[in-house]
């Protein structure tokens, strides 16, 4: 009998420890403190009917260890204050709406269910909650506002509405265990805001709308699992350093933004493993240091339109193996543009380039080679040429420059100051001659050609050919480099591997 009276309140004692950590009211607006009368020990808060920010005030007050919070079966209604401000200095909350900081810093919430009349979570609606995994019930929502669930750190995953518009600057800031963002089915989306995903270090994958138009600044700077990102047609506004320190980004492909005139500041800084880059055709300016320590980038091709390249645009770039991709139109070279690119051993300034700014070079140590066309020397800045031993280097330009180019500071420091042919080969040979006319490559051979290839300097084959002449003229107006390898194999069996550069009269 005794045993029996013991387990009886055992079990008795269990039942109210449940009914403490689970508390299901059902209210109307306003009515929540009077509906739990002081009592605020329970775990788990389940409401039905309806609520205004009465309640979440309520709410916000007396239960900031709850962990958990299921609003699904009621509505979230208007209300206006008069007398009184809420959560701030707020006085208007809208209907449908999660109100400004209502769960802020509340770290024990684990999982919360939403009306799906929802249509926003205001600013800093869930910031700070560290043990949140699961938000549910937001298929209705167009708005995620600024630092709506920033610190969230436990947040793996987020379904997001396709109805969705906005996502505020910070809002999911720091949310490190979110490993992917799958924004393709929000067609509405037209804004993702500053830092919105920054420091997400697990995130691996996302996917953007076609739709999205801005992407501001640093919007998922230090997402360091983050590999390859396509980014949409719609994009008409970047903000600055949007991938900055994305340090395993491989890949990313801009091909599509039509719109986009200007790469800005620091958009790709220390993308440590970047290695491909596809950029618009509409690109006109390279922003500042908008590929520096790119360690891993050892090529790319920039667009004709491209007429400027900022400060430090690729400062730091140590595995380009040649300075060749400015394309003629490139006017300006800003200070410390290619600083410290150990790596590169031709440089070829186009002939458009004005002014170059100081230390562009600085440090260029292995580029032994250095081609400028411009009948009269580029303007330069101070110390352009620093670090790099330059009274070892060749310059090569045109022929009635080379007065002219040894008696111009700086220019005059080059141990050698060349005539530049129309080809320079690195290889000589009798049996192939090659000659530039504008873009056209003239290849004759001595005896009729079997196969044609030419390369860039990567390896990828541009151009391939088993013609049976003995001339064959190329095309090289679509290659975005100046400097190819060409492979020529002749009926007699022989082959000629030449390395030559691009010379535009």
Same mark, same amino acid.
């Given at each position: 009998?005794?045993?029996?009276?013991?387990?009886?309140?055992?079990?008795?004692?269990?039942?109210?420890?449940?009914?403490?950590?689970?508390?299901?009211?059902?209210?109307?607006?306003?009515?929540?403190?009077?509906?739990?009368?002081?009592?605020?020990?329970?775990?788990?808060?389940?409401?039905?009917?309806?609520?205004?920010?009465?309640?979440?005030?309520?709410?916000?007050?007396?239960?900031?260890?709850?962990?958990?919070?299921?609003?699904?079966?009621?509505?979230?209604?208007?209300?206006?204050?008069?007398?009184?401000?809420?959560?701030?200095?707020?006085?208007?909350?809208?209907?449908?709406?999660?109100?400004?900081?209502?769960?802020?810093?509340?770290?024990?919430?684990?999982?919360? +269910? /939403? %009306?799906?009349?929802?249509?926003?979570?205001?600013?800093? *609606? #869930? &910031? $700070? =909650?560290?043990? !949140?995994? @699961?938000?549910?019930?937001?298929?209705?929502?167009?708005?995620?506002?600024?630092?709506?669930?920033?610190?969230?750190?436990?947040?793996?995953?987020?379904?997001?509405?396709?109805?969705?518009?906005?996502?505020?600057?910070?809002?999911?800031?720091?949310?490190?265990?979110?490993?992917?963002?799958?924004?393709?089915?929000?067609?509405?989306?037209?804004?993702?805001?500053?830092?919105?995903?920054?420091?997400?270090?697990?995130?691996?994958?996302? +996917? /953007? %709308?076609?739709?999205?138009?801005?992407?501001?600044?640093? *919007? #998922? &700077? $230090? =997402?360091?699992? !983050?590999? @390859?990102?396509?980014?949409?047609?719609?994009?008409?506004?970047?903000?600055?350093?949007?991938?900055?320190?994305?340090?395993?980004?491989?890949?990313?492909?801009?091909?599509?933004?039509?719109?986009?005139?200007?790469?800005?500041?620091?958009?790709?800084?220390?993308?440590?493993?970047?290695?491909?880059?596809?950029?618009?055709?509409?690109?006109?300016?390279?922003?500042?240091?908008?590929?520096?320590?790119?360690?891993?980038?050892?090529?790319?091709? /920039? %667009?004709?339109?491209?007429?400027?390249?900022?400060?430090? *645009? #690729? &400062? $730091? =770039?140590?595995?380009?193996?040649?300075?060749?991709?400015?394309?003629?139109?490139?006017?300006?070279?800003?200070?410390?543009?290619?600083?410290?690119?150990?790596?590169?051993?031709?440089?070829?300034?186009?002939?458009?380039?004005?002014?170059?700014?100081?230390?562009?070079?600085?440090?260029?140590?292995?580029?032994?080679?250095?081609?400028?066309?411009?009948?009269?020397?580029?303007?330069?800045?101070?110390?352009?040429?620093?670090?790099?031993?330059?009274?070892?280097?060749?310059?090569?330009?045109?022929?009635?420059?080379?007065?002219?180019?040894?008696?111009? &500071?700086?220019?005059?420091?080059?141990?050698?100051?060349?005539?530049?042919?129309?080809?320079?080969?690195?290889?000589?040979?009798?049996?192939?001659?090659?000659?530039?006319?504008?873009?056209?490559?003239?290849?004759?051979?001595?005896?009729?050609?079997?196969?044609?290839?030419?390369?860039?300097?990567?390896?990828?084959?541009?151009?391939?050919?088993?013609?049976?002449?003995?001339?064959?003229?190329?095309?090289?107006?679509?290659?975005?480099?100046?400097?190819?390898?060409?492979?020529?194999?002749?009926?007699?069996?022989?082959?000629?591997?030449?390395?030559?550069?691009?010379?535009?009269?």
């Amino acid at each position: 009998m005794f045993r029996k009276t013991i387990s009886f309140l055992t079990v008795l004692c269990v039942a109210v420890m449940a009914v403490a950590q689970d508390k299901i009211v059902n209210i109307e607006c306003g009515g929540l403190e009077e509906a739990l009368a002081g009592d605020y020990s329970f775990k788990s808060l389940t409401i039905k009917g309806s609520i205004d920010v009465r309640d979440f005030v309520c709410i916000n007050n007396n239960a900031t260890a709850i962990e958990s919070i299921d609003l699904s079966g009621c509505s979230i209604e208007l209300y206006d204050s008069r007398d009184e401000q809420y959560l701030g200095i707020h006085t208007h909350f809208e209907a449908g709406e999660i109100p400004p900081t209502a769960f802020l810093g509340f770290t024990n919430l684990k999982t919360v +269910k /939403l %009306p799906l009349t929802v249509k926003s979570i205001a600013e800093g *609606a #869930f &910031a $700070g =909650c560290e043990s !949140l995994v @699961s938000v549910t019930g937001c298929s209705s929502i167009e708005s995620i506002g600024d630092f709506a669930f920033s610190g969230c750190v436990a947040l793996d995953e987020v379904e997001f509405s396709a109805a969705l518009r906005r996502v505020g600057d910070y809002a999911f800031d720091k949310c490190t265990t979110l490993g992917c963002i799958d924004l393709s089915n929000c067609s509405d989306l037209a804004y993702i805001g500053v830092r919105a995903f920054a420091q997400n270090t697990q995130l691996s994958s996302i +996917k /953007l %709308p076609a739709c999205l138009t801005a992407i501001r600044d640093a *919007a #998922f &700077a $230090g =997402c360091g699992a !983050l590999e @390859s990102v396509i980014l949409p047609a719609g994009i008409v506004d970047m903000g600055e350093g949007v991938f900055a320190a994305c340090t395993q980004l491989k890949s990313v492909d801009m091909s599509q933004c039509r719109n986009v005139e200007e790469l800005p500041a620091w958009t790709f800084s220390a993308c440590s493993n970047l290695m491909y880059v596809e950029l618009p055709q509409s690109l006109e300016i390279i922003g500042e240091g908008a590929f520096g320590h790119c360690l891993s980038l050892q090529t790319i091709a /920039l %667009p004709a339109s491209v007429n400027r390249l900022h400060d430090f *645009a #690729f &400062a $730091g =770039c140590c595995a380009m193996k040649i300075l060749d991709f400015m394309p003629e139109g490139v006017e300006t070279i800003g200070r410390y543009a290619f600083y410290h690119n150990t790596s590169a051993s031709y440089t070829v300034i186009p002939r458009t380039v004005s002014y170059i700014d100081d230390h562009a070079f600085d440090g260029c140590i292995s580029s032994d080679i250095f081609y400028s066309f411009r009948e009269l020397p580029a303007d330069l800045g101070e110390m352009v040429f620093a670090n790099m031993d330059v009274e070892k280097k060749t310059l090569n330009v045109e022929t009635a420059s080379v007065p002219i180019y040894k008696s111009t &500071a700086q220019w005059n420091d080059f141990g050698t100051i060349n005539a530049a042919t129309a080809v320079e080969n690195v290889d000589k040979s009798d049996d192939v001659k090659v000659v530039f006319e504008n873009y056209n490559l003239k290849v004759v051979a001595s005896q009729e050609i079997e196969d044609i290839r030419l390369f860039d300097v990567s390896g990828m084959a541009l151009y391939m050919a088993q013609p049976r002449t003995q001339e064959v003229v190329i095309d090289t107006q679509a290659y975005a480099h100046n400097i190819y390898i060409l492979q020529v194999a002749t009926v007699d069996g022989k082959q000629t591997i030449l390395k030559i550069a691009r010379v535009i009269r």
